[in-house]
């Protein structure tokens, strides 16, 4: 193995992600090229002071423009034809479907894919789903029944994915193909533990984008009914409106949320781990179709309890009772009960604290996860 190309998407989500990875690559005397299509100043030097070469291409992530997609197959083909990587490493959606295309076509000796989590044309919504999100569903399975026959590595995050996309619509692929990584990790020292200082009022903390797939409008709704009787328990807010998601909070609804004391909103942090440990509680009420979303590793390795619901990818995360709850999705009365379990019974915050920690030990350091992740793609460590 010399040479890995690495193909995501913003530089931020890749630096963010796969630094750590890419170190290990790097460490073993692997080159590493790392292919962005949302490029960033500030996270393009962030990667390239990693050692990799970054190289930048174009693809509308959302975009339904076929002309557009064949033009990024094409690109990516050609640097796959200038560098000659040894393996192709792929992952979130378009990237694996065009970036393992590309690969196919330049007969590139491994292709690897990473599915983390199947995102919103998967999402189930209480109201139903919306025809576009059917339609980019459609074309999804169609492209990954093209894609994966000829991928050597289909890595997924939880054990859901597999079962809802391969098996569901019966979708061929190599004999022992897929894979269950688990939790992508993080560098624990990043995150480090601490313990909640119960002198303090009782903090609820969401951190995510504004969206209601990610369960921002229960939270609002249980701070509410919370707030009613416990006017001291404090609901902060971290995370990015949306405007163009019409599933999103406006900013009008943000800041009559803010004005009437219902959250505090800091707006854009990058100091999210402080203020996950100066809060009680994670919660994250999402039914989003995450792969096992990294803002609870966060809490957990800080050593925070976490309220989440029993979807995939989430309910990876929670020994229900142990280390916080699991509730149903979309079902807020749930939700204000397990928050009033620790108003109420404020010395379970830090022993549900510890076994979160616990539990992020042992599943979310990213050593470990890296060294299984170079076993799954044969890299010899």
Known sequence: MEKIFLIGTTASNLYIFRKDFILSCISQGIEVYALVSEPDDFWNSKIKETGAHLIEYKMNRSGLNPVSDIKSVLQIKTYINKYKPDLVFSFF?????YGSLAAKISNTPQIVGMIEGLGSPFTEHPNGQALKMKIIRFFQISLYRIVFPFIDKIIFLNSDDPYDLIKKNKIYHKRDAVSILGPIGLDLKDYPYSSW???????FIFVARLLAEKGIYEFIEAAKII???????????????D?????????KDLDSL????????PGFVKNVNEHIASSAVFVLPSYYREGVPRSTQEAMAIGRPVITTDVPGCRDTVIDGLNGFIVPKWDVNALVEKMCFFIENPDQINIMGKESYKIACE???VHKVNKKLFEIMEIKD
């Open 243 to 251: 405007l163009n998601n019409p599933y999103g909070l406006s900013q």
């Open 363 to 365: 599943k979310f350091d």
């Open 93 to 97: 959606t378009k990237p694996v479907l």
């Open 197 to 203: 200082d119960s002198s303090k009022p009782i903090t």
């Open 227 to 241: 707030k009613e009787k416990h006017s001291n328990i404090l609901f902060k807010v971290i995370g990015g409106l």
């Open 258 to 265: 803010i004005q009437t004391g219902i959250i505090e909103y």
